[in-house]
T-cell receptor, first 112, second 114 residues
Framework: DQQVKQNSPSLSVQEGRISILNCDYT??????FLWYKKYPAEGPTFLISISSIKDKNEDGRFTVFLNKSAKHLSLHIVPSQPGDSAVYFC???????????FGAGTILRVKS | NAGVTQTPKFQVLKTGQSMTLQCAQDMNHNSMYWYRQDPGMGLRLIYY???????DKGEVPNGYNVSRLNKREFSLRLESAAPSQTSVYFC?????????????FGNGTRLTVT
């Protein structure tokens, strides 16, 4: 039973346009959500997070939106750059818990 | 500043062989984790250690053991490797061991069991 789902295995976007990566979760106890980015042969690196008390968090070109009623979050990258091409993992956890649950990942390709 | 260091980077085992994956962090973090990554499955937690001296099972602990040797080091042992354990293994650490404390990952160990 996957508690965190990324239903799009891959996404292809033109350089300069917006990339939107989506994530759904089923466990209503999750109150903290994170996005990680992974390049080949490297470990995932933290990108951005959001607490359930917010519905939006922005950091430069990256914005994460949270819709608690729909149990859905999305990552927007504007404008997309070729260096953004990577696997993006959505993760969810409880603020005072020890474990994160990860989605299966979405491969983003930004074409120049 | 090395962050999280994993050794070895690659390993090939035969079914039934044993091995230990090593992990060390230099960020003075309290919590450490072992994940495995498989195609279409994302990252799944094997074991974690919330603080020195404690370890707990994650989502997929069967076939593995762990040791939190000290605050810096957290090893993962496969006693009798099976082909189903072919995967990429990532060690991670975090400062507070809470859901809101981002994990810092090593670069992984790619393990093949034949």
């Amino acid at each position: 039973d996957q508690q965190v789902k990324q239903n799009s295995p891959s996404l292809s976007v033109q350089e300069g346009r917006i990339s939107i990566l989506n994530c759904d979760y089923t466990n209503s106890m999750f109150d903290y959500f994170l996005w990680y980015k992974k390049y080949p042969a490297e470990g995932p690196t933290f990108l951005i997070s959001i607490s359930s008390i917010k519905d939006k968090n922005e950091d430069g070109r990256f914005t994460v939106f949270l819709n608690k009623s729909a149990k859905h979050l999305s990552l927007h990258i504007v404008p997309s750059q070729p260096g953004d091409s990577a696997v993006y993992f959505c993760a969810a956890g409880m603020e005072y818990g020890n474990k994160l649950v990860f989605g299966a990942g979405t491969i983003l390709r930004v074409k120049s | 500043n090395a962050g999280v260091t994993q050794t070895p980077k690659f390993q090939v085992l035969k079914t039934g062989q044993s091995m230990t994956l090593q992990c060390a962090q230099d960020m003075n973090h309290n919590s450490m984790y072992w994940y495995r990554q498989d195609p279409g499955m994302g990252l799944r937690l094997i074991y974690y250690s919330a603080s020195e001296g404690t370890t707990d099972k994650g989502e997929v602990p069967n076939g593995y053991n762990v040791s939190r040797l000290n605050k810096r080091e957290f090893s993962l042992r496969l006693e009798s490797a099976a082909p189903s354990q072919t995967s990429v293994y990532f060690c991670a650490s975090s400062g507070q061991g809470r859901g809101n404390s981002p994990l810092h990952f090593g670069n992984g160990t790619r393990l093949t069991v034949t």
